[in-house]
Antibody, heavy 124, light 107 residues
Framework: EVQLVESGGGLVQPGGSLRLSCAVS????????MNWVRQAPGKGLEWVSY??????????YYADSVKGRFTISRDNAKNSLYLQMNSLRADDTAVYYC???????????????WGQGTLVTVSS | DIQMTQSPSSLSASVGDRVTITCRAS??????LAWYQQKPGKGPKLLIY???ILQSGVPSRFSGSGSGTDFTLTISSLQPEDVATYYC?????????FGQGTRLEIK
């Protein structure tokens, strides 16, 4: 059974940092491209970042709203995806989901499995 | 960036009704369109990809159509378990964008 489990969320002050993790099971992480998507309380879905599967030719994309502040990474040996979030702002408050990509094209595609999400609250 | 606009933003229908949700892209995206269902407190669930391809395990009452800029998600006979918010998503190129969502309720 495919499972994605996010962790690392919590309350952080504006300007602070947080590192989210997504532990996957039921499939081989190295074979899939992955994404982070967020959802502010009571709002819609916002794509955050994408990373290709592995190797020296790794491709990464970010939404403009997080570029320069967030860093996506992966450790295929640990079956884990990460999102390092720096310089956090109040408008980064959201549930953060990791999602498995099905495009295999070097560009983000559609997402066939999602985690349950982890809540990040940025507030003083 | 390409914008995705869904309509209506909310919808109330009776069990057994045929329900249609539309999604319009601000530029042509061929058939690079997916639909998701999200229930409260849960991550989204993939329903349709490639504008019209039903994801494995999704009930056949769900169908998708369209190409270019105009797309529809249809539920042929609404069931109580279909109460959820539905999102379209374009994926022809980065950045990925989602529609604003359509909240579906039972009348």
């Amino acid at each position: 059974e495919v499972q994605l489990v996010e962790s690392g969320g919590g309350l952080v002050q504006p300007g602070g940092s947080l590192r989210l993790s997504c532990a996957v099971s039921g499939f081989t992480l190295s074979s899939y491209e992955m994404n982070w998507v967020r959802q502010a309380p009571g709002k819609g879905l916002e794509w955050v970042s994408y990373i290709t599967s592995s190797g020296s030719g790794t491709t990464i994309y970010y939404a403009d709203s997080v570029k320069g502040r967030f860093t996506i990474s992966r450790d295929n040996a640990k079956n884990s995806l990460y999102l390092q979030m720096n310089s956090l702002r109040a408008d980064d408050t959201a549930v953060y989901y990791c999602a498995r990509d099905r495009s295999w094209s070097g560009n983000p595609g559609y997402f066939d499995y999602w985690g349950q999400g982890t809540l990040v609250t940025v507030s003083s | 960036d390409i914008q995705m606009t869904q309509s209506p933003s909310s919808l109330s229908a009776s069990v057994g009704d045929r329900v249609t949700i539309t999604c319009r892209a601000s530029q042509g995206i061929s058939n690079y369109l997916a639909w998701y269902q999200q229930k409260p407190g849960k991550g989204p669930k993939l329903l349709i990809y490639g504008a019209s391809i039903l994801q494995s395990g999704v009930p056949s009452r769900f169908s998708g159509s369209g190409s270019g800029t105009d797309f529809t998600l249809t539920i042929s006979s609404l069931q109580p378990e279909d109460v959820a918010t539905y999102y379209c998503q374009k994926y022809n190129s980065a950045p990925i964008t989602f529609g604003q969502g359509t909240r579906l309720e039972i009348k």
